[in-house]
C-alpha cells in the first residue's frame, strides 16, 4: 500500500512534464507557422507574385458582361462563343474602343487590385494572430520546465 501512494507522486509528476512539452511543442509550432506564413507574404509582395490568383483578365470578365461568352481554361486562349436572344437573334460584337468597356475594364482592373491587396493583407494578419498567439503559449509553459527543472536540480543536490 505505501508504495501505491509513493507512486501517485511521480506519475502526476509525469503527466504534468508530457502536458507542459505537449502544449510547449504546440504553441511553438503555431508561432513558427505563423512565421512561415508571415515570410511567404513579404516573399510573394517582394517578388510581385500576388497576380497569380487571377485567371481570367478584365477585358474577358467584362466581354461577358457586355453579353459574349468566352469557352476555355486558365491557360488557353479564350473562344468566343456568340450568345443568341430570346428570338434566336444573334447578339452583335462588343466595341472594345466604347467608352463603357474602357470604363469597365478600368473598373474591374481596380477591383482585382483591391482584391489582391486585402487577400495579402489578410494573410498578414492570419500570420501575425498565430504569431502573437504561438508564443506566449510556448515561452510561459517552456519558462515553467526550465522552473521545474531547476528546482528538480536544487532538490537533488
Aim: proline share 4%; net charge positive.
Amino acid at each position: 500500500m505505501e508504495n501505491a501512494s509513493l507512486n501517485q507522486p511521480a506519475k502526476k509528476s509525469i503527466i504534468r512534464l508530457v502536458y507542459l512539452y505537449l502544449v510547449a511543442l504546440i504553441g511553438l509550432v503555431v508561432f513558427l507557422i505563423g512565421g512561415v506564413g508571415m515570410v511567404n507574404t513579404g516573399l510573394k509582395v517582394v517578388l510581385g507574385v500576388d497576380g497569380e490568383y487571377y485567371y481570367t483578365s478584365a477585358k474577358d470578365v467584362c466581354r461577358g458582361q457586355f453579353g459574349e461568352r468566352y469557352v476555355g481554361g486558365p491557360k488557353s486562349a479564350p473562344v468566343a462563343v456568340p450568345l443568341v436572344d430570346s428570338s434566336g437573334a444573334t447578339l452583335k460584337p462588343i466595341d472594345q474602343n466604347s467608352a463603357e468597356f474602357k470604363q469597365c475594364v478600368a473598373d474591374e482592373e481596380e477591383r482585382q487590385q483591391k482584391q489582391q491587396s486585402n487577400d495579402r493583407r489578410r494573410s498578414i494578419a492570419e500570420a501575425l494572430a498565430m504569431m502573437i498567439l504561438g508564443a506566449p503559449i510556448w515561452l510561459y509553459h517552456w519558462h515553467v520546465i526550465q522552473r521545474d527543472h531547476k528546482d528538480t536540480k536544487q532538490h537533488v543536490s
